[in-house]
């Protein structure tokens, strides 16, 4: 199944990446993490989204799990972008921002937490394709704290995207 073809800005995204990256915030230690993304689409003109991240010990085997999200992520015309994410841990995103050739930037619009969720009430994202890798940087305001870094990677791509059947 081809792309949606208003998909073209965001499409080099498609696909399973997997790498690691180091997290830190100023309530936790600084960490050392793996994660796998995936992005995938059903012919409509938005991409699936999908995270899982492990804590990594120092010879970089899994120890535990750490984060996970899911979402959509829909672009608009002007090489605008809406990514919509929701988190196990009681707390729902909505992103927007733009897509400059293969570089996205995006910012929260919009948080909502469940009443059990940990204080958090920022986001702001970027994403690149630097020589065939996605880098990103993510930096939140959570918990008292202002909006400041808290986790960046690098990830390869290690599966081009498959439709199910």
């Known amino acids: ?80 972008l809406e990514v919509c994410l929701a988190h196990p841990t009681g707390i729902v995103e909505i992103y927007v921002g733009e897509v400059v050739f293969h570089k996205i930037e995006l910012r929260t619009d919009v948080v909502a937490r469940a009443a059990s969720a940990k204080e958090y009430t920022a986001g702001h994202r970027l994403y690149g394709l630097v020589n065939g890798n996605l880098m990103y940087a993510y930096d939140m305001a959570a918990v008292g704290q ?10 390869k791509k290690v599966a081009d995207f498959e439709p199910e059947d």
């Not at 492990?54 to 979402?71: F, I, M, Q, S, Y």
């Not at 202002?146 to 690098?154: D, G, R």
Request: charged letters at 20%; a negative charge.
């Open 1 to 80: 199944m081809d792309a949606h073809p208003d998909l073209e800005p965001i499409a080099f995204l498609l696909g399973r990446w997997e790498g690691a990256g180091v997290i830190g915030y100023p309530t936790m230690e600084s960490a050392n993490f793996g994660q796998e993304v995936e992005f995938g689409h059903n012919g409509k003109p938005f991409l699936t989204y999908r995270s899982r991240s492990w804590l990594l010990d120092a010879e970089g085997a899994k120890v535990r799990p750490l984060a996970t999200e899911t979402g959509f992520w829909r672009i608009q015309p002007e090489r605008q």
């Open 146 to 155: 202002p909006l400041q870094s808290h986790a960046s990677a690098e990830l």
